[in-house]
């Protein structure tokens, strides 16, 4: 698998993906400055976390004008992976690749914590080698991660199996607002996660690029991009 990642002005955890990237594949992925409007082919692209432009203006919002996110556009309408972590499904949302925005969480606090996360299907690219309810634990870390759509976008969203991923309690309960069932950052309805309408596009707001090894805390991040792997080679 090819994978490229995206590097903006205030990325901070390109390095961290380029390795989990090439602990599964062996291989480095290419990285691609923001103001590239071109870059080579790859099997998948992933916009990684951070603070793009200092999150000026509005979290994401400057990101999604730059110009290698026009070709991300292109790349994703003709079907090629595009994984958002963090800053980059902020960026993702802004750019229209995703549904719904990501607002400054409910307490209105920076959150740095483990936090469990239901799998809501293993029928995509990103969640293959997990089990649909099955309960894994990673890290998150941001100010802004509260999930927000309007009623009718999360009915598609439900209905559409479009949910990847809900913050949950160890148990896997998902229930109640912000500080229950793990709930972090107050996104409605727990959402973690959610993928376009044919699951080639996911972005979540927790970071499984930093748990991929043992060492880290924990290894129930790797899973993801072994998936990756597996489905793209």
């Known amino acids: ?101 990501l607002m400054r969480n409910a307490h209105l606090k920076f959150v740095c914590s483990d936090v469990h996360l239901k799998v809501e299907t293993s029928q995509s690219l990103f969640t293959n080698r997990y089990q649909a309810g099955q309960v894994i634990r990673v890290p998150v870390a941001h100010a802004e991660g509260n999930y927000f759509a309007d009623d009718d976008t999360l009915k598609r969203l439900e209905d559409r199996g479009q949910i990847a991923f809900r913050y949950c309690a160890p148990d896997g309960t998902v229930d109640g607002p912000l500080g229950k069932a793990g709930n972090p950052n107050g996104s409605i309805r727990n959402i973690a996660g959610v993928f376009n309408e044919t699951k080639t596009v996911m972005g979540l707001m927790p970071h499984p690029e930093n748990a991929v090894e043992p060492m880290f805390g924990g290894s129930d991040g790797k899973a993801l991009f072994e998936g990756l792997v597996e489905a793209l080679t």
């Open 1 to 101: 698998m090819k994978a490229a990642v995206l590097v903006f002005p205030g990325s901070n955890r390109e390095g961290d993906v380029a390795q989990a990237i090439g602990l599964v594949t062996g291989r480095k992925p290419q990285m691609v400055w923001h103001g590239d409007g071109d870059f080579e082919k790859t099997d998948l692209i992933v916009v990684p976390g951070g603070f793009s432009y200092g999150d000026y203006l509005r979290c994401g919002a400057m990101a999604a004008l730059s110009p290698v996110m026009a070709e991300v556009k292109k790349r994703a309408a003709q079907g090629v992976p595009v994984l958002a972590i963090c800053n980059g499904f902020q960026i993702v949302t802004e750019a229209g690749l995703l549904p719904g925005t």
